[in-house]
């Protein structure tokens, strides 16, 4: 069994900044892929950020130039860095990671229970 644990949500001023994480933990061999989702309220889960084992990065339009993804391997953590935040930010912000466990060795997508992020105008 994996776990994804986040931190770093809140309430924010439009303009401010935020760092979430995510550390992953439990039967985990390898991680592939990692990423940032979010969803606001009546709307879909979207994609904001993600990062493979090495290093490449893509991001929402929405987001570039403002947030930074990135993780560390030897912590089995991600980070979103968030800069310039707008209210539109505003939304549930869940990690995902795609887990290679060591009980099957095949990747197993995992998710976070989400954190609140709230940037007020």
């Known amino acids: 069994q994996v776990q994804l644990v986040e931190s770093g949500g809140g309430l924010v001023q439009a303009g401010g900044s935020l760092r979430l994480s995510c550390a992953a933990s439990?039967?985990?061999?390898?991680?592939?892929?990692m990423g940032w989702y979010r969803q606001a309220p009546g709307k879909q889960r979207e994609l904001v950020a993600a990062?493979?084992?090495?290093?490449?990065?893509n991001y929402a339009d929405s987001v570039k130039g403002r947030f930074t993804i990135s993780r560390d391997n030897a912590k089995n953590t991600v980070y979103l860095q968030m800069n310039s935040l707008k209210p539109e930010d505003t939304a549930v912000y869940y990690c995902?990671?795609?887990?290679?466990?060591?009980?099957?060795?095949?990747?197993?997508?995992?998710w976070g229970q989400g954190t609140q992020v709230t940037v007020s105008s």
């Open positions: 995902n990671a795609g887990v290679v466990v060591t009980t099957a060795f095949r990747e197993v997508d995992y």
């Open positions: 439990g039967s985990i061999f390898s991680i592939n892929a």
């Open positions: 990062i493979t084992s090495g290093g490449s990065t």
